[in-house]
């Protein structure tokens, strides 16, 4: 029987390569989208796919249902890598801009994993593997809503990771830094949609990371998805996964910088990050 895993944000990036690459690997892949569009395309290319929207409880639960129907209630593994950024200021962000970051990079990742781990708990093993980011234990400027949800995310996880002790499920972290997706190209929406650019003393600022955000130029040490697929396949069949895999150099270098530097020191470092 092939192991099964559900993975959301599929649409493109890290979520479709990560799908297409374990489906060819002989997982059975559950490959969700938000949008119903992308579930047609997923479906065309031969992928086992259907709506899951994180933002609304519903669309999980009848996603959870739909995996119990489809594997007579049994997953191998959860891929939560649905997420997206969300740039501006912290004091340019409205309250309902940053609950919005929430509601898809925590919340609906929360409601989803703890509407799993019954499955998981019965069958007596799982993986939850969680996508979090370099931005999730180091801090860049103008990037606070997502800096704030990836932080919870490992906050979280850390705590799932200890109570499911000796239950057979392990919780393992991805942290990625620069990856090739369509990151920045929905970050740029947010970006206009959400930020009052004009009015804001960062208004000079926000010019830059405009140019930033709409240029097609990687950002130093940038990588394929395939990075990611590679953590995500040693999560998957290490026998005792980690609790962390880093990928790309960004994220090796802060992570001793953080327990090397005292904290003003990689403060002046991480200002210089653009």
């Known amino acids: 029987m ?11 990036g890290i979520g479709y390569y990560c799908a297409k690459k374990l489906r060819s690997d002989g997982y059975r892949v559950f490959a969700t989208a938000r949008n ?12 086992e796919s259907f709506q899951l929207d994180l933002n609304d409880s519903t669309s ?11 594997t007579n209630g049994s997953l191998f593994a959860l891929f939560n890598n649905g997420a997206y950024g969300q740039p501006g200021a912290v004091e340019d962000l409205r309250r309902d801009v940053l609950r919005k970051q929430f509601e898809t990079n925590l919340f609906g990742t929360h409601e989803l994993t703890a509407s799993i ?24 400027r103008f990037r606070g809503a997502y800096n704030a949800s990836k932080y919870a995310l490992e906050g979280l ?16 972290l991805i942290e ?15 970006f206009l949609q959400n930020i009052d650019r004009a009015h804001s003393i960062f208004k000079a600022e926000y010019h830059k990371k405009l140019e930033a955000l709409q240029s097609d130029k990687d950002a130093p040490f940038t990588l394929s998805e395939d990075a990611v697929y590679r953590a995500v396949k040693r999560a998957l069949e290490d026998p005792i996964p980690k609790a ?20 003003r020191a990689l403060d002046a470092i991480l200002r210089k990050v653009e």
């Open 2 to 12: 092939k192991k099964s895993i559900l993975i959301t944000g599929c649409s493109s």
């Open 36 to 47: 119903p569009k992308d579930v047609d395309r997923l479906l065309c290319e031969g992928l």
């Open 60 to 70: 999980i639960t009848n996603a959870v249902k739909e995996v119990k129907r489809r």
């Open 117 to 140: 781990l019954p499955m998981m708990r019965k069958q007596g093993y799982g993986r939850i593997i969680q996508n979090s980011s370099v931005l999730g234990f180091v801090s860049l």
């Open 157 to 172: 996880s850390d705590t799932l990771r200890l109570e499911l002790e000796g239950s057979g499920i392990y919780v393992t």
């Open 176 to 190: 990625p830094g620069p990856i090739r997706s369509d990151f920045r190209k929905n970050a740029l929406q947010k």
């Open 244 to 263: 962390r895999y880093r990928v790309t150099v960004p994220t090796t270098f802060f992570w001793y910088m953080k327990r090397l530097l005292p904290t």
